[in-house]
């Protein structure tokens, strides 16, 4: 199933991954956003490694989100972060350029919440 999808989504309580980069298009746009603690690994770190990795918070996904488990065995560090999801929504960040795999890490942010309740309900016109 993932071979023949553009986006995946995950959503589990997992400590062991769940795909595989070879089940991956090149351009997949992947977004992780199960159970975030210390043990959480749903996606495999050579997938990390390849793709633009978005954080919702950096500091907050190098202790329970996916890129934990890659600062942890050496595939990464918080400098590999392509951005921040933040910069890409303000446009200080480009989203997709081209063909590239994209992970995006979702650990969950107070503020990032309220501020997109808020977007949602002003264009509701509210």
């Not at 989504?9 to 070879?22: M, R, V, W």
């Not at 954080?55 to 065995?73: F, M, N, P, W, Y």
């Not at 890409?88 to 995006?104: A, Q």
Request: with cysteine; aromatic share 4%.
């Amino acid at each position: 199933m993932c071979a023949e999808s553009d986006i995946i989504y995950t959503q589990t309580p997992g400590s062991t991954t769940c795909l595989e980069k070879s089940w991956l298009k090149p351009h997949a746009t992947i977004i992780c956003s199960g159970s975030d603690q210390p043990t959480k690994q749903e996606i495999p770190t050579d997938v990390l490694k390849a793709s633009k990795y978005v954080s919702d918070l950096t500091k907050q996904t190098s202790k329970v989100g996916e890129l934990r488990s890659a600062i942890a065995d050496g595939s990464m560090t918080e400098a590999d972060v392509y951005a921040e999801i933040g910069e890409v929504c303000n446009g200080s960040k480009p989203g997709r350029e081209g063909k590239e795999l994209i992970v995006v890490d979702l650990t969950g942010t107070g503020a990032q919440d309220a501020a997109i309740g808020q977007v949602a309900w002003d264009k509701l016109g509210n």
